[in-house]
C-alpha cells in the first residue's frame, strides 16, 4: 500500500497444496498426529513456496451428522481426538522453519459450531445449550490456539439465533475475555453480507456495525468492514477504538509472519519443493494409515497365487474422486488410481481385466452384464465404489447415505457372479452400507486418500502393508438413526437396562425396526494380525481433584503377522450432579508390534480433564466413582474404577 503495509495472501489448504493427502477425516483415522503434523508441514512448505501466507485450515468443527458434507474436512465426531489433532496441525502448518525461509499462519474453522448445523444440512440452524457448546464444539478451538494459531474463521451457521459472524458471546466474551486470545478474527466468505439473509440485518452497512461489535477484525469479500465503517465511526454507531484493535491486531499478524521485511515469496523455489519425492512418501504413509479394513471374512490379504483379478467399478480408473474435496492446487494427473496401484503390484503375474459396471452417480446398467462377465472369469474382484470427490465438502449435503446411482444394483450382480469380492470404498463421509456389511467377503475403506491412493490400496489388499485404521466417525446402519455417536447419554430407560414394565412390554429407548447400534462403531478397525489385552492396572485408585490418573494395559500381538494398533482410553463420569456421557475418549496411542510381542501401554490423564460444566457455566470436578476401558475401540475393552474424592 502507499504506507508500505504488504499483503497477506490466504488460500485454502485442506488436506495438501499440491502434494494432495487424504481428506481431514481419513488423516484422522491414522490416529497418529505425529504424522498429520508432518502431513500439515508438507502443505505449508509448497504453499508457502508458491506465495501463500496463511492457510484457511484446519477444520476443528466436531462432526457428528454424516448428512453434513464437510465432515469430510474435520477429524471425526470425537472431542478429545479433534484436539489433538487441531494441535498436531496447528504445529505442522506454523512451523517455524520452513524452507522457503517465510513463515504460515493457520486459521482454525469454523467458530462455532458449523457441525451442528440441523438435518446435517450445510449452512442450517444451529440450537443447542451454552453447556454442549462449551463441553463439545468449542475445545478443539481452544486446543489450536493453545497450539499457537494466530487467527480464526467465523462460521456461516448462526448460533441460538445469533449468526457466528455477529455473536459477541462467542467473538468477545469467550474468545477475547476469557481466553484472552489477541489473533486475527476473520470471516467465512461473504458471511458479513449474509447477515443480511439472516435476517437480523436491514443491509451491508447494518451488517458492518454487527460484525464489527461483535469482534470481526477482517471481512471476506462482503467489503462491508471497509465500505461503512468510516460512516459508522462518524454516526457515533461504532466506537474508533474497535477499528484500532482490528488494525492492530491485522498489523500485528503481518509483523509476525515477516512479510515487512519479505513480502514477496522466491518463485524460482516452487519447483524445488512441489510434489517432492519425500512429500510423495509421507503422502503415502498418511494414506495407508487412514485407510480402514470394514470386513475380512479370510480373503486378505489377496493370495500371492491369483491368476486372474476381475477389477470393477466407476471408481476404479478415476484420477479425480481420490483428490476429494477442496483439494487445492492438486491434479488429476498427479494421483495414482486403484487400477494404477493394482498394476504395478501385479506386474506380469496377474491378468487385470478392468470394467467400469456403471457411472457414480448415473442411471444407465448398460456394462453391468460385462462387469459380471468379468467377474465370473476371475480368480477374485476387486469392487471400487462409493462417491467421488464433488459429493462431499462443502454444500454438498445429502439425505440418502446409501450408494448413489446404479452402484448397489452393479454390487449385487456381482456378488451373485459367486466369486470372492472386497470391495473397496471411497468416500467423503460414513455410508449407510448395511447389503455390502453381510454379502462381501471384505470391505476396505479406503476415502479419498490423495495422490498416493493407488499403491496404498494395492499395498493394503495384497498384504505388503497391513491395515491398522480405526475409525473416528460411527457409520450407521440406517439414515433414521442419525446423529449416532459413541459418546451419548445413557437416557432414563436406556437401551439395554430394565425398561419401565407397560402393557406387558417394557418402554426403551430403542427403535421397533432397528438395533441402537451402529454398522461400525468409533474406533473400530481390523487387521491382518490380532491383539489380547490383559492386565489393566491403576496406579492409585483414588485421587484428589488435582490429581493425575496413571493407569495401563498389556497388549499382546497374537497372531503372526507385524501390526499397528490403537489403543483407546475411554472414562466414565458414573454419578453426576449433571447428566454425562455413556463413555468419553481420553487418551490413545498407536503401537506397533512384531509377532508375539507385547507392550505395556500407560496413560496420564489429569482429573482436571474429567470436568464438566454445571447448569450454571461453571467448570467443576465433582468428587465420586468412575470407570474406565482400555480396549481397541468404542465398544470393547478392559475395565477398571477409580474415585475421586474431595
Known amino acids: 500500500s502507499q504506507l508500505g503495509i504488504p499483503l497477506i495472501v490466504g488460500n485454502d489448504v485442506i488436506h495438501g497444496y499440491r502434494t494432495i493427502f487424504p481428506l481431514p477425516l481419513a488423516e484422522s483415522c491414522t490416529w497418529d498426529p505425529a504424522l498429520l503434523e508432518q502431513a500439515a508441514r508438507v502443505a505449508a512448505e509448497e504453499a508457502s513456496a508458491c506465495g501463500t501466507d496463511w492457510i484457511f485450515a484446519p477444520m476443528v468443527d466436531i462432526g457428528r451428522d454424516p448428512r453434513w458434507g464437510r465432515v469430510a474436512e474435520g477429524a471425526g465426531e470425537d472431542v478429545f481426538l479433534c484436539m489433538e489433532l487441531a494441535r498436531a496441525r496447528v504445529r505442522g502448518f506454523q512451523a517455524a522453519n520452513l524452507e522457503s525461509g517465510r513463515r504460515i499462519v493457520a486459521c482454525p474453522?469454523?467458530?462455532?459450531?458449523?457441525?451442528?448445523?440441523?438435518?446435517?444440512?450445510?449452512?442450517?440452524?444451529?440450537?443447542?445449550?451454552e453447556r454442549t457448546l462449551r463441553e463439545v464444539y468449542l475445545p478443539p478451538f481452544k486446543a489450536a490456539f493453545d497450539a499457537g494459531a494466530g487467527s480464526v474463521m467465523s462460521a456461516f451457521n448462526d448460533l441460538n439465533g445469533v449468526p457466528a459472524t455477529a455473536n459477541p458471546l462467542t467473538l468477545r466474551t469467550i474468545l477475547r475475555d476469557e481466553w484472552q486470545w489477541q489473533g486475527v478474527v476473520l470471516t467465512d466468505y461473504n458471511a458479513v453480507g449474509e447477515l443480511v439473509e439472516h435476517g437480523i440485518a436491514e443491509d451491508d452497512r447494518a451488517a458492518a456495525r454487527l460484525s464489527a461489535l461483535a469482534g470481526v477484525d477482517m471481512d471476506m469479500i462482503t467489503n462491508a468492514l471497509g465500505a461503512h465503517l468510516a460512516e459508522l465511526v462518524e454516526s457515533g454507531e461504532v466506537p474508533e477504538s474497535v477499528?484500532?484493535?482490528?488494525?492492530?491486531?491485522?498489523?500485528?499478524?503481518?509483523?509476525?509472519?515477516?512479510?515487512?521485511?519479505?513480502?514477496?515469496?522466491?518463485?524460482?523455489?516452487?519447483?524445488?519443493?512441489?510434489?517432492?519425492?519425500?512429500?510423495?512418501?509421507?503422502?503415502?504413509?498418511?494414506?495407508?494409515?487412514?485407510?480402514?479394513?470394514?470386513?475380512?471374512?479370510?480373503?486378505?490379504?489377496?493370495?500371492?497365487?491369483?491368476?486372474?483379478?476381475?477389477?470393477?467399478?466407476?471408481?476404479?480408473?478415476?484420477?479425480?474422486?481420490?483428490?476429494?474435496?477442496?483439494?487445492?492446487?492438486?491434479?488429476?494427473?498427479?494421483?495414482?488410481?486403484?487400477?494404477?496401484?493394482?498394476?504395478?503390484?501385479?506386474?506380469?503375474?496377474?491378468?487385470?481385466?478392468?470394467?467400469?459396471?456403471?457411472?457414480?452417480?448415473?442411471?444407465?446398467?448398460?456394462?453391468?452384464?460385462?462387469?459380471?462377465?468379468?467377474?465370473r472369469e476371475a480368480d477374485a474382484v476387486v469392487l471400487v465404489i462409493g462417491e467421488d470427490a464433488n459429493m462431499s465438502g462443502e454444500a454438498h449435503s445429502r439425505v440418502y447415505l446409501d450408494l448413489p446411482g446404479q452402484q448397489q444394483k452393479l454390487v449385487e450382480a456381482v456378488v451373485a457372479a459367486g466369486k470372492p469380492v472386497v470391495v473397496v470404498l471411497m468416500t467423503g463421509r460414513p455410508l449407510v452400507i448395511p447389503w455390502l456389511a453381510k454379502h462381501v467377503a471384505a470391505i476396505l475403506l479406503a476415502w479419498h486418500g490423495g495422490i498416493r491412493?493407488?499403491?496404498?490400496?494395492?499395498?493394503?489388499?495384497?498384504?505388503?502393508?497391513?491395515?491398522?485404521?480405526?475409525?473416528?466417525?460411527?457409520?450407521?446402519?440406517?439414515?433414521?438413526?442419525?446423529?449416532?455417536?459413541?459418546?451419548?447419554?445413557?437416557?432414563?430407560?436406556?437401551?439395554?437396562?430394565?425398561?419401565?414394565?407397560?402393557?406387558?412390554?417394557?418402554?426403551?429407548?430403542?427403535?421397533?425396526?432397528?438395533?441402537?447400534?451402529?454398522?461400525?462403531?468409533?474406533?473400530?478397525?481390523?487387521?491382518?494380525?490380532?491383539?489380547?489385552?490383559?492386565?489393566?492396572?491403576?496406579?492409585?485408585?483414588?485421587?484428589?481433584?488435582?490429581?493425575?490418573?496413571?493407569?495401563?494395559?498389556?497388549?499382546?500381538?497374537?497372531?503372526?503377522?507385524?501390526?499397528?494398533?490403537?489403543?483407546?482410553?475411554?472414562?466414565?463420569?458414573?454419578?453426576?450432579?449433571?447428566?454425562?456421557?455413556?463413555?468419553?475418549?481420553?487418551?490413545?496411542?498407536?503401537?506397533?508390534?512384531?509377532?508375539?510381542?507385547?507392550?505395556?501401554?500407560?496413560?496420564?490423564?489429569?482429573?482436571?480433564?474429567?470436568?464438566?460444566?454445571?447448569?450454571?457455566?461453571?467448570y467443576i470436578v465433582e468428587p465420586g466413582r468412575f470407570t474406565t476401558w482400555i480396549g481397541p475401540d468404542s465398544t470393547r475393552g478392559l475395565e477398571a474404577r477409580f474415585v475421586v474424592r474431595s
Not at 531 to 548: C, V
Open 109 to 129: 474453522k469454523h467458530y462455532v459450531a458449523y457441525g451442528a448445523a440441523e438435518a446435517g444440512r450445510d449452512y442450517n440452524t444451529v440450537d443447542m445449550s
Open 243 to 375: 477499528i484500532d484493535e482490528a488494525v492492530r491486531r491485522i498489523l500485528r499478524l503481518k509483523f509476525q509472519l515477516g512479510l515487512f521485511e519479505r513480502p514477496y515469496s522466491d518463485e524460482s523455489r516452487v519447483e524445488q519443493i512441489i510434489l517432492r519425492d519425500d512429500f510423495r512418501t509421507i503422502a503415502l504413509e498418511v494414506a495407508q494409515k487412514s485407510m480402514v479394513l470394514l470386513k475380512n471374512d479370510g480373503l486378505l490379504p489377496l493370495a500371492s497365487s491369483l491368476k486372474q483379478l476381475a477389477v470393477i467399478g466407476p471408481l476404479a480408473d478415476d484420477k479425480a474422486a481420490p483428490l476429494g474435496c477442496w483439494a487445492g492446487q492438486g491434479r488429476a494427473d498427479d494421483v495414482e488410481s486403484v487400477l494404477d496401484g493394482l498394476r504395478a503390484v501385479c506386474g506380469d503375474d496377474v491378468t487385470l481385466t478392468h470394467v467400469r459396471g456403471c457411472d457414480v452417480k448415473g442411471e444407465s446398467t448398460d456394462e453391468i452384464d460385462a462387469a459380471v462377465s468379468a467377474a
Open 453 to 618: 491412493t493407488g499403491t496404498a490400496v494395492a499395498n493394503l489388499l495384497f498384504g505388503a502393508a497391513n491395515p491398522a485404521g480405526k475409525l473416528t466417525a460411527t457409520f450407521p446402519r440406517a439414515e433414521g438413526q442419525i446423529p449416532v455417536y459413541y459418546a451419548h447419554k445413557n437416557t432414563g430407560r436406556p437401551a439395554h437396562g430394565p425398561g419401565t414394565k407397560q402393557f406387558d412390554d417394557p418402554f426403551r429407548s430403542t427403535y421397533i425396526d432397528a438395533p441402537n447400534e451402529p454398522l461400525y462403531p468409533f474406533g473400530f478397525g481390523l487387521s491382518y494380525t490380532t491383539f489380547d489385552y490383559s492386565e489393566i492396572q491403576i496406579d492409585t485408585p483414588e485421587l484428589s481433584a488435582d490429581g493425575t490418573l496413571r493407569i495401563s494395559a498389556v497388549v499382546r500381538n497374537t497372531g503372526s503377522r507385524a501390526g499397528d494398533e490403537i489403543v483407546q482410553l475411554y472414562i466414565r463420569d458414573d454419578v453426576a450432579s449433571v447428566t454425562r456421557a455413556v463413555k468419553e475418549l481420553k487418551g490413545f496411542q498407536r503401537i506397533s508390534l512384531e509377532p508375539g510381542e507385547q507392550r505395556t501401554v500407560s496413560f496420564e490423564v489429569s482429573v482436571q480433564s474429567l470436568g464438566f460444566y454445571t447448569p450454571a457455566l461453571e
